[in-house]
């Protein structure tokens, strides 16, 4: 897209300009057009982004009246314009007249001592003075033949007279385009310089204001608009006791004195103040001021002790990670997805290996607290000393080996964000006691430490023990146990998933064997029903493992029933399991009878395990027996 349009009042000056601007290489815009056609063709211009405007005379005066906040460079009429215009004209014989703005007059007297030939000249205040007004004058004068612009020269016309259009030749056009290149180069320097501007001003985390020698407010950027509640567009020109009273910018005009560091409020925020004069040649011309949030300094501290600790606290899984189609899990999936949209405390119930900790991470990255810091501790995994120190930081000496200059604690490093307690069930009495505080005052005190640190943290909690039954057995505290339990959600066991073992299987396997850079494993039906018979007492977490060995073990290929059992441990490598000559013999010393009614049994268990989706507690219910009886018919038939 050309950045400049040429904007010619008639053809052959467009002719011209497109041979100059080939020559020197340019991307130019060129039309023909005049007077009000050519404002219109200059706003369409402008839309498309052009950036600097070109054109003559008249066209160009309009152009610039117009309101456009665009330069326009006007083609120059210089002497060699006016002197071909000269021989033309006195070709008409007859004195010769021209109108014209003073400009261009000023300029004819050499032309005149050059020629040994006076004009008669008329000299317009501006482009908007009548042109027939000088036309008459000129022709009183004694004028016979009229040189001029397309304007000029038409109006003579209409009185009768002969007169000559002074057209631009190929100097005056070469001069406008390289004006309007310059043009164009300082006006993208002008641009960024103002972008950079802008965008210091507009991005900056401090409020500025800058005022001048009156007291009056120049600059006003979007974080003073939120501090005062004042947009800028009515504070600008206002004088700063209107707009902010407490800020007393304007005493600095008077003092010339630099104030730091100084604490006041703006409307309802406690802010930090630094008042800065602008001093020119001694001379205060004005004050720039700048002031912060104190809530987001403290933000900025917590922000800054995280970076320091540098643990990467950060949440790795979205609900798009967590696969699953049973309809339990999706239920679960469903509440947690409303719970993300609130900041009430989660407690997650469900036995090892389940998945409650990257439900609590898709809770997080799901939630408006996403930009902040995920921290995650298991409260099992530390013994009581080193989980307080953990959660709640320490002064420096606070005790033997303490760090030099003490440690944040993790609820601190989750400020703004989350923290995620697993295994809650096992924090000892002591400690519920100082978690409870947290959640109740939202604030921590370090160990050894006097004073309190606010942190602002939502809180989610898991574990795999009956909590309700812990508190009337005195095991955990009654009121940390209601203060935590505000949503809970439960998390079904992978035995109770159906089908859903098979889709993680699938899954786990083909990231395996990618890991491993060997070609993808497939499982095959009989394998899919060995896993769906497995009571996976130790869930997800057991079925990636085992999934893991046989990627390990296989290179490729089809996993069959006896390589699902060999990784499930249940039946050793020297072993054949019911297959060959061994299965015959056993199959042989059975009554036919018995052989039958396993057959029968089997089919009628697998076709209702194939009816409830793999629901092993379902099927048992359908088929009138207990699920410790169906496991038992499962490992037999």
Partial sequence: MAEIAFIAPYEDLAHVARQVSQELGMDVEIHVARMQEGVRVAREAAQRGCQVLVSRGVTAYLIQQSGLDLPVVDVPIGGYDILRAYYQAKQFGGPIGIVDIPDVIQGLESLENILGETFIKYSLKDQDEDIRRGILAVREAGAEVIIGKIAMAREARNFGLNSVIITSGKEAVYQALKEAQRVLVVRHQEKRRSEQLKAILDFAYDGIIALDEEGCITVFNPVAEKLSGWRAEEALGRHVTEVIPAARCHLLLESGKPELGEILEIGNTRVVANRVPIVVDGRTVGVVTTFQNIASLQSLEHKVRRMLAGRGHVAKYTFGDILGESPAFKEAIRLAREYASTQSTVLIYGETGTGKEMFAHAIHLAGSRRAGPFVAVNCA??????????????????????????????????????????????????????????????????????????????????????????????????????????????????????????????????????????????????????????????????????????????????????????????????????????????????????????????????????ETGGNKAEAARRLGISRTTLWRKLKRI
Avoid at 487 to 498: A, Y
Avoid at 513 to 542: D, K, Q
Wanted: net charge neutral; hydrophobic share 40%; proline share 5%.
């Fill in 381 to 610: 995994a530390l013994p009581e000393n080193l989980l307080e120190s953990e959660l709640f930081g320490y002064v420096e000496g606070a005790f033997t080996g303490a760090r030099r200059g003490g440690k944040p604690g993790l609820f601190e490093l989750a400020h703004k964000g989350t923290i995620f307690l697993d295994e809650i069930g096992e924090m000892s009495a002591r400690l519920q006691a100082r978690v409870l505080r947290v959640l109740e005052e939202r604030e921590v005190m370090r160990l050894g430490d006097d004073r309190v640190i606010p942190v602002d943290v939502r809180v989610i909690a898991a574990t795999h023990r009956d909590l309700k039954t812990m508190v009337k057995n005195g095991a955990f505290r009654a009121d940390l146990y209601y203060r935590i339990n505000v949503l809970n959600l439960t998390l079904p066991p992978l035995r109770e998933r159906g089908t859903d073992v098979v889709l993680l299987a699938r899954h786990f396997l083909q990231e395996f064997c990618r890991g491993l850079r060997r070609p993808a494993a497939l499982l095959s039906p009989e394998a899919c029903r060995e896993l769906l018979l497995y009571p996976w007492s130790g869930n997800v977490r057991e079925l990636r493992n085992v999934m893991e060995r046989l990627a390990l073990r296989h290179h490729g290929g089809t996993i069959g029933p006896r390589e699902v059992r060999l990784a499930l441990e249940r039946e050793t490598p020297g072993e054949e399991g019911h297959t060959g000559e061994e299965a015959s013999k056993e199959s042989a010393a059975r009554p036919a009878w018995v052989s039958e009614v396993n057959r029968l049994e089997r089919t009628v268990i697998e076709r209702t395990l194939m």
